[in-house]
């Protein structure tokens, strides 16, 4: 039996607020975790939807459609540059990452010094790839047009989180959902398609790359690799590990700085050898891996099993579970089982993990 050496949480936890997602999260993982995110609370908690609410205040972009589409209290609305308007004067305002992460980072500390996060922890800001709002709420040459605008935006968040916390306790996650719809449905009529000439897995890898060797060698960056969440279910059911296995080994490849870690998702129903068996080409140097095996509606048992599939595909020594997916992330009613080895149970759960838990 493959013993469990460690867990990691993706994103948001159904708490409503900070303190008492990392208070949970500490309590019923503890030692297990090497990094602690705040949950995601607020508008964070449904990853990027809340952006296009923030992006639109910026003279020179329009909502596409007069009636909203609302997701809660969110309109989830495509976006357009105006007729007329050159992007490159465009302002956008900030998106608030770097401002959660300061507040967070204090709640965080004062945990820790009170014993409730374990010394040498870090805390863990999740930030998406800016390939995510371009290819979700974008069309057509706007993408292009808009792009190295809100890449800059995306950087200067990531800058002032960089400002807010210490290096030495800080963790960096690049969510790449976006990526993978591109992957695996841009030669489809109506798939997500690329915005740049040229090969299209190469863009994509490009710009995680970039985003990656951004961050400074002393802070610690993972990538969550992610087949979204609609409706609680990825946009695409993956095949198998393929495309997962190939994007983390191009990805090593491409960045000049190394990754901390990696997390690929695993599908409820992917107890068979067939999912896993790409991972025997997995070459991501010396790279945590996590594995988002656990899922809320078949708890330890059925975490055990893809367990026991995933270890006869990849070596015992580099890999660790990981709570479900970003599909399984957000919703107040799920509760992720990856907060324990499958031969323990917590007193209480940690509720709901998201796209992201273990975008």
Known sequence: MVSVRGAHLVG?????????????????????????????????FHWIMFQPDVLARAEGIERVGDEPIM???????????????????????DLGYARAATESYEVFRRLRAEGVIAPGTRFQVALPTPTAVIGAFFSGDDRQAIEPVYRD????????????????????????AVEFAVIETHAYPGGSTPWWPGDVWQGLVDRAADAIDRVPLDVEVGVHLCYGDVSERHFVEPRDAANLTRFANELTDATARP?????????IERDDDAYFAPLEQ???????????????????????????????????????????????????????????????????????TRRRVVR
């Open 282 to 352: 997995l070459a991501i140097s010396d790279a945590e891996l996590y594995l988002g095996l656990v899922h809320r509606e078949d708890g330890v048992d059925g975490a055990r099993r893809r367990i026991e599939t995933a270890a006869r595909h990849v070596e015992a020594s580099v890999w660790r579970p990981s709570a479900a997916s970003a599909a399984r992330r957000r919703m107040p009613r799920k509760t992720s089982s990856a907060r324990t080895s499958p031969s323990q149970r917590p007193r209480e759960p940690v509720r709901g």
């Open 12 to 44: 948001s936890l159904t708490y409503p607020d900070a303190e008492a997602a990392m208070t949970a999260a500490a309590g019923q993982l503890g030692a297990l975790l090497r990094r602690i995110p705040d949950g995601e609370p607020g508008d964070r």
């Open 71 to 93: 997701i809660g209290h969110l309109d989830g609305r495509p976006l357009r540059i105006a007729e007329g308007v050159d992007a490159t004067g465009i302002r956008l305002p």
């Open 153 to 176: 935006l995306v950087y200067r968040e990531l800058d002032g989180v960089l400002a807010a916390v210490p290096h030495d306790d800080l963790a960096i996650q690049w969510d790449c």
């Open 259 to 267: 990754i901390t870690w990696i997390h690929l998702p695993v599908p």
